[in-house]
């Protein structure tokens, strides 16, 4: 028998204990189904048999040069296997989970030099419009499937499928809102699963796939870069690379920092390491991603007094929230280098409206909430805790969804400030939702426009091209139209609520906030499935819209004479 045929045998039986490793985690571990005890012993023999024949297959792919030990771009996956032989000699449970991760590397790997799978990708990566909706509805589908599994829930049952699909939604669209308390109702497989959907989330289906194309040597085609340039504002085809490195990198290194400083700060309060490393994992995501989710049933009310927390998370929150491209755009231009005066006159027009008007909203917000809470929610703080409170709140209700002050007593004007708020949003190409603070700036510059009769849209001495105009004016229109039908289909069914919670709730399900009044867990499921639809064209809505209006639409030979229409 030739060696390339015993290695191709080898790798077979590699992939089928594989499989029968990873039938006995979703039959016993998920559905806790007890297997006869003949075919309980099979597969636990197939967990030693799978490390044995894993080594033997990797030995024989270096003998035959598959693999370079001493190469220099090999060093990673050579530490790799180290550490699974390390692990298979003194803990197979966890090796086992380490050999998954390298054959679904393989596995990757392999199909990426497929031609049929190339041709998939570069299609799907070309058709954003497409691929955007199906992949979000994919990974919600695929996190509801996981969230109903017993070993998901505390009490073993499993979530409901609409309990599990409006959590999965919730998470994928960064939104927050939840049916059940994250803290005592998931387990920590449950907690991870949600994690996950927020990362996914928060990085962007596009972004997330033409990373991964890039990285498993797929690259992008023509198309595939033109789609990606549209949807990441890029001026040239050459920077689009470094964008998408730029993004992944960012990402990961401010959720990192965040996750340090939140995990030392939670060991103050828990002394449990473990939990608090966890925690500051877990909420430094969400706050970067805007999600709001927490493993605190009160949210971050036990913490209102803590500025460093409460600071932190709104600084993750505002990173996430002004776009990546605002990031790289101020990072670029050297702001300690230059002075601020002198870095302001270098930035983009894009970057300086949305640093401004977020600038604004959040203050504005701040000034809003605490006049009208002070006497109220905030009357029993110190005065820093008020001003920190009312800061914090205002940073967290544009589009992130955590509370350090109860929600149940606010004033009513307060309520409807948020919910304004709530709609605009944070910035295009971010992590958190809404019409965009850049959208809300355009129409108000419009507006100033009329009132002034200029010729243009202006600012900072830029003209705003039509086109802009136009997708303001459809990202509005659509959004709002989606809210009112929604909404009016919620009065409908759900008679008992008030219709200003209903509205609130609303609200923060189309701008991805996840603020509650206190009512989506009673909503009815048909409710439920309503708020999802919501959480989706929240999620997605304005990206699609902005991609379908930067088409180029054909020219047709006949036009229509103008009719005039008197408005106003």
């Known amino acids: ?62 003998i035959q040069g598959s693999y370079k030990f001493f190469a220099y771009h090999e060093k990673l996956r050579n530490l790799y296997l180290i550490a699974v032989l390390a692990l298979c000699l003194f803990s197979p449970l966890y090796a086992k989970w380490l050999v998954f991760i390298f054959l679904l590397t393989e596995l990757m790997d392999s199909l990426s030099n497929k031609p049929l799978i190339r041709n998939y990708m570069h299609y799907f990566l070309s058709k954003p419009s497409i691929l955007i909706p199906l992949t979000f509805i994919v990974t919600i589908l695929a996190g509801a499937f996981f969230l109903t599994l017993p070993i998901a829930t505390v009490d073993g049952r499993g979530a409901s499928f609409v309990d599990a699909f409006f959590t999965s939604c919730s998470a994928t669209c960064v939104t927050g809102l939840i049916v059940q308390d994250t803290e005592i109702y998931w387990t920590k497989f449950g907690q991870i699963v949600i994690l996950l959907l927020i990362q996914i989330g928060a990085l962007g289906i596009m972004t997330l796939s033409a990373s991964v194309a890039y990285m498993v040597g797929l690259g992008l085609g023509l198309r595939s870069q033109v789609a990606m340039k549209d949807l990441l504002d890029t001026d040239e085809l050459s920077n689009l690379k470094s964008t998408l490195l730029f993004i992944v990198k960012m990402t990961f290194s401010v959720e990192a920092a965040g996750a340090v400083i ?156 948020i919910i304004i708020l709530m709609f605009i949003g944070a910035a295009p190409g971010s992590t958190g939702g809404g019409i965009k603070v850049t ?119 006949i036009r229509y004479p103008q009719g005039r229409i008197m408005v106003g």
């Open 262 to 417: 939140l995990s030392a700060r939670f060991y103050t309060y828990t002394r449990d390491i473990g939990f608090s490393i966890y925690s500051g994992i877990f909420h430094s995501i969400s706050a970067f991603g805007n999600a709001g989710f927490s493993l605190f049933s009160k949210n971050l009310e036990n913490f209102k007094f803590d500025p460093i927390i409460l600071l932190t998370i709104a600084g993750l929150i505002i990173t996430g929230g002004i776009g990546f491209l605002a990031v790289m755009s101020i990072m670029s231009i050297g702001i300690f280098r230059h002075g601020i005066r002198e870095s302001w006159n270098k930035l983009n027009t894009h970057t300086k409206i949305t640093l401004l008007t977020t600038l604004c909203l959040i203050f504005g917000g701040m000034a809003f909430i605490y006049f009208f809470e002070v006497d109220r929610s905030l009357k029993d703080y110190s005065v820093p805790t008020q001003l920190l409170s009312a800061f914090f709140q205002s940073v967290t209700t544009r589009t992130a969804g955590f509370n350090s002050i109860p929600f149940d007593n606010l004033n009513r004007i307060t309520v409807l400030i």
């Open 1 to 62: 028998m030739k060696k390339a045929e015993f290695r191709k045998i080898i790798a077979w039986l590699v992939h089928s204990l594989a499989f029968l490793v990873a039938l006995k985690v979703l039959i016993i571990l998920g559905y806790k189904i007890v297997l006869k005890e003949e075919l309980q012993h099979y597969i636990d023999f197939s967990e030693y048999a799978l490390l044995i024949s894993f080594w033997v297959y990797v030995i024989i792919s270096y």
């Open 439 to 557: 959208t809300f700036a355009v129409l108000l510059l419009t507006v100033r426009r009329i009132m002034t009769g200029k010729n243009d849209v202006e600012a900072f001495n830029r003209s705003i091209s039509e086109n802009v105009v136009v997708r303001s004016i459809a990202i509005l229109t659509t959004q709002s139209t989606a809210l009112i039908v929604i909404f009016l289909l919620l009065l409908y069914i759900q008679p008992n609520f008030k219709e200003i919670d209903l509205l609130f709730e609303s609200v923060s399900a189309l701008g991805t906030v996840g603020l509650s009044l206190g009512i989506t867990s009673s909503l009815s499921s048909f409710g439920k499935c309503l708020m999802i639809i919501l959480m989706f064209l929240g999620r997605i809505g304005p990206l699609t819209i902005v991609l379908a209006i930067g088409k180029k639409h054909r020219e047709y030979g």
